[in-house]
């Protein structure tokens, strides 16, 4: 809500001041919360673990990874979805920019594109993660790719600030969804004793996708306009989405097939 509520009053500001201090006020006030934030952060104190296994050696550990991602099938795929899911938001960064250039809306619309992006995330997030708890993460990294797509889809499509305001709703229900799904995904994939390996190993892959996709969409905006990195973008969401449907057994029915086999074989 507090974001929501920044948002509004990002654009306000953006539609009062001149430039350059309507930025600066927003980027000092943005500063002073990341400030609070982190005191607050540093006053918290971890628990101390009780026992700790033995560490295993980095060459073992390395090794060990490439026979993880053949053995498990549904994992490996997987990660072929993460990357394609980032590679799907490679234009996200660019529609508010295509909005206030090429559909000439005021600069000051991207405090309520804010508002709308975190007001969808607060709302998407715990319907879907209520969901995701009693039938699965995967229809919400389904919904989560599928309003990704719609939404860049949309960009090419709207005109008005509140087609725009939808356009930001799904980007933030998408991301929120994502961000709540997949490491949930991941803990499911892997047992209690490899969940450390599966989670390590899914952020390292899906890295470099992520931190190049920005580029990439900057790429295809200079060489094609910004309608090529919206098309690119959506191509990428629809690639994740089948994939993920049709490819991916949920990890939450995987255990309990796996469950019910072992107790019909004991």
Known sequence: MLGVAGGLAAERVLASFAFPYKF???FAA????????FLGLAAIHEPVAEERAEAMRIGAYIGQLPALLRRDRDFRIFIFVRVLSALAGLATAFVAVYATEQRELPASIAGRF??????????????FGMLADRYGYKSSLQFALLAQTVAMVLSLIVTTPLGFSIVFALIGASTGLVFATTLNMVVE????????????????????PTLLAPVLGGWLVEAGGYPLAFVAAALFGI????????FVRDPRHRQLAMSTAGDVRS
């Open 239 to 246: 690639a994740a989405f089948v994939l993920l449907t049709w």
């Open 24 to 26: 600066s006020a927003c």
């Open 30 to 37: 943005a500063s002073i919360c990341l400030l609070v934030s």
């Open 189 to 208: 994939f892997a047992t209690p004793a490899e969940r450390v390996t599966y989670l390590g190993l899914h952020g390292t892959l899906i890295a470099l």
């Open 114 to 127: 804010t508002a709308w992006m975190l007001g969808a995330q607060i709302i998407a997030t715990p319907l």
